[in-house]
């Protein structure tokens, strides 16, 4: 067996995404351990016995290992898979964990997360992912399997491909390094800010943008002079093309921030649209749509008892 194989994943937060990473990583005989929040959360999996994940409508159980942060093993290896509103303070909960060349794959979606997360724990390697899988809760302890779809992966400071790739490879998790991960990150965070808020404030499907089409045009613009304006022009090449395209493929959904508004769940926006709203202040670009759609989306939260960040 090879040391990467033998590597155990800690993989934080058993929510969606980590549960479908965490359960097709250990069907492929890597060793994988949970970590969880708090004891009583760690009890609570114990007497559920387990994760469900559903696939093609079949539920099946897995009892794979679980801790919370307080365990004394040290930790080599780690897939943060909470949102980017926890990222920095559930990595600094690990930090003393975290092995001196230990790896942080980071999941969250958005830029900004992290940066914090790096800077917290300037032992580990940090490697950035941006996936289009969709997954979903539907009960405790129980993960749907709702779309598949691809991870990129990358590391901006160290272009070499890491040898556990070979894991996601037994694993069945459609990969690829990338090795311009933020150029992939930034386009993914500009087609979320031209497409998500506006379906919360017009409380439609993406489908329903179709009926502003000016209004998108025009934060595609901005956006895109964000994008240059950050040294990602090739994030920035005909992103209005391709939102057009994606509202028209998606046309039938809701998007991930009207889902998460509906629901009354806290939303990322701070590492979206507040991310770019940010940037653009640092760099004194004025991007005076994309400020007042922030400002917009900022007063439609707070209405709904919501947080601004
Ligand atoms: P999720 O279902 O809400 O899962 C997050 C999990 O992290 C929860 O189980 C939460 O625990 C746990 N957590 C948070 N802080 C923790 C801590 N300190 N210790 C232990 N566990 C902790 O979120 P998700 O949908 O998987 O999303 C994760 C990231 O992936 C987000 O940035 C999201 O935007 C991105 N993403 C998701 C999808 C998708 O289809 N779901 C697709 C692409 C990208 P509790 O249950 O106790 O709160």
Redesign the pocket.
């Known amino acids: 067996m090879s040391d990467s194989n033998a590597t155990t994943w800690h993989i934080?937060?058993?929510?969606?995404?980590?549960s479908l990473w965490a359960v097709r990583l250990a069907r492929a005989g890597v060793p994988v351990r949970l970590?969880?929040?708090t004891p009583q959360?760690l009890a609570a999996y114990r007497r559920a016995g387990g994760l469900s994940l559903v696939e093609q409508g079949q539920a099946r159980r897995y009892s794979l290992d679980a801790e919370t942060?307080a365990a004394p093993a040290p930790i080599r290896r780690l897939l943060l898979?909470?949102?980017?509103y926890?990222a920095e303070?559930?990595v600094a909960?690990l930090a003393p964990r975290l092995a001196g060349g230990a790896e942080v794959i980071l999941?969250?979606?958005g830029l900004g997360s992290q940066d914090a997360v790096a800077a917290r724990v300037p032992q580990a390697r940090c490697i950035l992912a941006s996936?289009t899988?969709?997954?979903?809760?539907d009960g405790a302890w129980r993960v749907v399997f709702a779309g598949h779809g691809h991870t990129w992966l990358g590391d901006p400071l160290d272009l070499a491909a890491p040898a556990w790739l070979a894991d996601l490879q037994r694993a069945g998790i459609a990969h690829d390094w990338s090795l311009d991960i933020l150029a992939r990150l930034w386009r993914k965070l500009a087609l979320n800010c031209a497409i998500n808020p506006l379906t919360v404030l017009y409380d439609c499907r993406n489908g329903g943008l179709l009926q502003h089409p000016a209004e998108v045009a025009t934060l595609c613009g901005e956006l895109a002079e964000l994008l240059r304006c950050c040294g990602q022009p090739d994030a920035a090449s005909a992103l209005h093309d391709e939102v057009q395209r994606v509202i028209q493929a998606t046309a039938a959904n809701y998007s991930?921030m009207h889902q998460d508004v509906a629901l009354g769940r806290r939303t990322?926006i701070a590492y979206l649209l507040g991310h770019a709203c940010a940037t653009a202040r640092r760099h004194r670009l004025l991007l005076p749509h994309l400020e007042a759609l922030h400002q917009r989306l900022l007063r439609h939260l707070a209405e709904r008892g919501l947080p601004r960040h």
């Open positions: 934080l937060g058993a929510g969606s995404l980590g970590i969880l929040r959360r942060a898979a909470c949102k980017a926890d303070d559930a909960s999941l969250q979606n996936s899988e969709g997954a979903f809760r991930s990322e």
